[in-house]
């Protein structure tokens, strides 16, 4: 069963020349309990997807299409009631900590404010108690709750911001490239976390990453971004041994053999295209060694091949 569901979902930046369509129309759905991996290069609306189930984004922001969490639509609701599901029901974690973490507040204070504000009558003695078992949950001493997150080291900050996207137990996470800002052996630890709390919590996440490697192993489901659509959809083993789309082929060529954060993708020449004007054949037609004539013209339809979905005139009939 789908715990989140979106459907010909458009999320586009008004700006004063134009419309940015950093999401357009795609169709995604995750289940209880899974773990959906996004991926794509810089700028393709992996975080504009994840901030907009939350609808964090400017208020200028342009939604269309459905985006519903337990049968409610998030596009049509109002600031009250998306109020009401933002960390309760979806939780976020973002890449940098500080962004949940309000340095001047004690830890304990800001979890204490957190659960008041979806519990009104919690009392700061039911709301230590939560916060110490959560605290625990991520390896951190309950003790440490009076301290400042600038008294924490990268590493636990981190800990303690999945603490607190946890503590209201939302249905979804949405973990937004929570590992790059730490180095390699932290970040293993934390995917190691991540991992381990979502099989305790039964809870599904939508991990955002620019990096294949850390969401293969992770994840259930990988969908793979590029300019603003999902391309393929397929199950994680799947994407990585048997990838169907050019552009995903060429994103696991270019996975770098040391661990670095920043993907340098020299095997995919020339770059995305402006979303402001995007190609109105496929987007990627223009940078795909595989391209035919009806690239350029048509927009191909998502089509399902071997259990994998992907959005290709390679693997679709033409039909003009
Ligand atoms: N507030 C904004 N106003 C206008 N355009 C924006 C805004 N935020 C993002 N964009 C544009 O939307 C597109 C998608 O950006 P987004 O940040 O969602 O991509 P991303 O895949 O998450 O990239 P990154 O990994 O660099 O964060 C880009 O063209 C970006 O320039």
Known sequence: MSVFEARGLKIYYKTKRGYIKAVDNINFSIEKGQVVGLVGESGCGKSTFGQGILKILPPTTFYNGVMEIEGKNLVTMGEEDIRKIRGKKIGMIFQDPMTSLNPIMKIEKIFYETLKT?????????????????????????????????????????????????????????????????????????????????????????????????VAEAADKICVMYAGHIIEEAKSEELYYAPKHPYTQLLLKSIPNTNINDLDLKYIPGSPPDLLNPPKGCRFAPRCPFKKEICELKEPKVVEIDGSKVKCWLYSEVKV
Do not use: C, W
């Open 118 to 214: 979806h519990e009104p009558d919690i009392t700061l003695e039911e709301a230590r108690e939560r916060t110490a078992r959560v605290l625990e949950k991520v390896g951190i001493k309950p003790e440490r709750m009076k301290e400042y997150s600038f008294q924490f080291s990268g590493g636990m900050r981190q800990r303690a911001m999945i603490a607190l996207s946890l503590v209201l137990n939302p249905t979804l996470v949405i973990a937004d490239e929570p590992t790059t800002s730490l180095d390699v052996i932290v970040q293993a630890q934390i995917m190691e976390l991540l991992n381990e709390l979502r099989r305790e919590y039964d809870m599904s996440m939508i991990l955002i990453t620019h990096d294949l490697g850390v």
